[in-house]
């Protein structure tokens, strides 16, 4: 069963209180200036090993801001499917998975732990009043009779689970699913800046099956992990059609057959590979008509290998698209 209620809360923070006890998680207490939702993080684990892995982007950039932006203030239920502004870690091409780090939610000493990097963020978003915060994950509430515990607001609500749900095994397996993972996504519209903190416990997996989040036991060879996405053309001069096109390249040491492999864009459109890829090798793909379609307001490009997995992607907004005939380079 998949989470429930899941969405993102566009609002502004006015206070926090840092995670302690058996299950701790860093409380937000957060308005959308018509009523208060308290935000809970999770910063240690119930399962083995305790600490979480986290990445945080100081300058995340993504197709999803812009649609952000737009929304009124308040909470809005996500479509868990692509193309949206659900979040998922595997699909949606957000981050790097493996750039994500263990770390301690509370360890002696100054900034070394979990609590201490949420509160870095968190402190300095408080302390900027047009700092806006979209917490993704699973709304409860309203309770209409149940003040919040932390702080003491009536009715409690807000928004949990803003972590990476699918992966899991054994008895949070129960909340796999794809396209509703959480995360938090914090706004400077002053100098536009968004910050990006991203998730996950360490006993979830980063290989997903596509309908039930379950996860899959696949080993990937040096070899196909190796091809990566360099460099699109998205706007081409004149028609964009059949003049897009994306840079592939080899960096092992072998060559590397590309039959069955598949590109795919923001909406999971499919356009087929097939050859060769020498050691070392840049391979420019052409874009077919009906192909995938590189949207000129931004997009993803996810790299798949002859058996559906996801070797690489990457992403690219309305400003780096803005010019015409340029290629952009990831």
């Known amino acids: 069963m998949a989470l429930k209620n899941y969405g993102v809360l566009k609002s502004r923070a006015i206070n926090r209180k840092l995670g302690e006890g058996s299950n701790p998680h860093y409380q937000v207490l957060v308005t959308d200036e018509k009523q208060q939702y308290r935000i809970a993080i999770n910063v240690k684990s119930k399962e083995s090993p305790s600490e979480l892995l986290y990445f945080v982007d100081e300058n995340f950039s993504h197709p999803i801001t812009k649609e952000l932006q737009e929304l009124d203030a308040g909470f809005h239920e ?18 790097d998975t493996s750039q994500m780090k263990p770390l301690p939610y509370n360890v002696p000493g100054p900034d070394n732990d979990l609590n201490e990097l949420l509160e870095l963020y968190i402190a300095r978003a408080i302390a ?7 917490p993704f994950g699973e709304r409860w509430g309203p309770e209409t009779d149940v003040k919040d515990k932390y702080f003491g607001f ?3 609500n807000g928004i949990h689970d803003i972590h990476m749900n699918q992966g899991n095994a054994a008895q949070f397996q129960k909340d796999n699913g794809v396209w509703q993972d959480g995360g938090l996504l914090i706004h400077y519209p002053t100098r536009n800046q968004w910050v990006g903190i991203f998730l996950a416990f360490q006993s979830q997996s980063f290989h997903t099956d596509d309908t039930t989040g379950n996860r899959i036991d696949v080993v990937i060879p040096p070899t ?8 699109a053309l998205v706007n081409p ?13 080899n960096t ?3 060559k590397v057959d590309l ?6 864009d923001r909406t999971k459109r499919k356009q087929r590979l097939s050859g060769i890829i020498n050691a070392g090798e840049v391979v420019k793909v052409p874009l077919a008509k009906d192909g995938i379609q590189l949207d000129n307001n931004g997009g993803i490009i996810t790299l798949l290998d002859d058996k559906g997995i996801k070797i690489d992607g990457v ?3 309305k400003k780096d698209a803005q010019k015409q005939g340029w290629t952009i380079v990831f």
């Open 78 to 95: 996500l479509v868990k499917k692509p193309g949206g502004m659900a979040l998922d870690y595997i699909r949606g091409n957000f981050f």
């Open 128 to 134: 900027s009043p047009d700092a806006v915060l979209y």
């Open 154 to 156: 009536l009715p409690g």
């Open 224 to 231: 196909t992990a190796a091809i990566r996405i360099v460099a």
């Open 237 to 249: 001069l004149g028609d964009d059609v059949g003049k897009e096109t994306v840079s592939l390249i």
């Open 252 to 254: 092992s040491a072998e």
């Open 259 to 264: 039959n069955g492999w598949a590109l795919a």
């Open 315 to 317: 992403s690219y907004t």
